[in-house]
């Protein structure tokens, strides 16, 4: 979890508290949407980019077209959003509209079977019309919906729209066991929700620590200069702990350097990619990581100038480019994204 994420989690708890009042589970609007699958699965866990329309997952390229704002795999397909809009392209490249959500914020499993995402289509509305912002989760392998937020009624007065332009409700990811959402830990077996604890540190949630998500499980960090470990607190900074906990990606700021920390000793190791500095995306196995290779230009601070998908191995830290090199193009600054890895929605 990111210090950023812990502190405006804190804050929602409290504002959508204010927001909303009884809970009912049959008040108000439509039956929830189905989500759609495809006919054969596909290597949902293979390093994914998408580059100009079009998205490459493992050997398998699928045509998206030009406005892609951000997507995550399923184990049938892709599920992806332009604008407010919530779209699904099957591994055999069928797209078809999915729903208008309102909002862009999505996450998957770490293997890809689950798709959680928070939606405004449907349900109790305050009086201006708006509707209650609910979180639904979803088997990408049957399209079957495990869990949808209990429909509850606003606040008598409340202007929800002026409430989530503040601050929305968080999604802070899902498993195949446990949905992270706003201030409280669901267990997706019962619907049982427990609410975040707090701490020095703001908020703990039940479950998070022992969670693996698409990139590795989320910890905090101490040390400085070459070494790295584990620590209590967000305060020095964030990292990713690989699937088999051995080995600490620093992720705390952006550009990140292309090296990793032994979770025994802290010693660190340099990553073989192209360029000195590596962005991880995700795992395909235990034992191979994927992310993209970045050319940081060395007489402009921080400027972006290439990127590369290349798929790594843990033991050795050998690299092996999946993509061309990809240059940027300040042209594109301020438009849609020519260039997204999973679960990314700012790099252009």
Not at 182 to 190: E, Y
Not at 255 to 278: C, K, L, M, N, S
């Amino acid at each position: 979890m990111n210090p950023r994420a812990v502190v405006v989690a804190g804050a929602l708890v409290s504002l959508v508290a204010a927001g909303c009042g009884s809970s009912s589970a049959t008040v108000g609007g439509k039956e929830p949407f189905s989500l759609p699958v495809g006919p054969t699965e596909w290597e949902a866990t293979a390093p994914a980019w998408y580059a100009d329309g079009t998205l490459h997952v493992g050997e398998r390229t699928v045509d998206l077209g030009e406005r892609v704002d951000e997507f995550v795999l399923g184990a049938t397909g892709v599920y992806w959003m332009r604008g407010q809009t919530l779209m699904f392209t099957s591994a055999e490249g069928q797209t078809e509209k999915v729903e208008d959500v309102g909002w862009r914020n999505m996450a998957v499993s770490a293997d890809r079977s689950v798709f959680a995402t928070v939606d405004q289509s449907r349900g109790p509305t305050d009086e201006f019309g708006t509707h209650v912002l609910q979180v639904a989760v979803f088997d990408t392998r049957t399209g079957e919906q495990i869990y949808r937020t209990p429909d509850e009624e606003p606040d008598s007065g409340a202007d929800l729209e002026d409430l989530y332009g503040e601050v929305m409700p968080l999604l802070g990811g899902v498993s195949n066991e446990r949905l992270f959402y706003d201030g409280t830990t669901i267990d997706l077996d019962d619907g049982s929700a427990t609410p975040a604890s707090a701490s020095p540190d703001g908020e703990v949630y039940e479950g998070h620590a022992e969670t693996l998500f698409r990139d590795g499980f989320d910890v905090f960090l101490g040390g400085e200069g070459n070494r790295r470990e584990l620590a209590d607190s967000w305060i020095a900074g964030v990292g990713r702990l690989s699937p088999d906990r051995s080995t600490i990606f620093d992720v705390t700021e952006w550009p990140t350097q292309a090296v990793v920390y032994d979770a025994r000793t802290g010693r660190q190791r340099t990553i073989d990619a192209p360029w000195e500095h590596f962005k991880l995306v995700g795992w395909s196995d235990e034992d191979n990581f994927f992310g993209v290779a970045e050319r940081i230009d060395p007489k402009a601070a921080n400027v972006l100038r290439a990127r590369q998908v290349v798929t790594c191995e843990l033991r050795t830290l050998a690299c092996t480019p999946v993509s061309p090199v990809i240059p940027t193009d300040d042209k594109d600054l301020g438009g849609h994204p020519t260039f997204l890895v999973e679960g990314s929605y700012d790099e252009l």
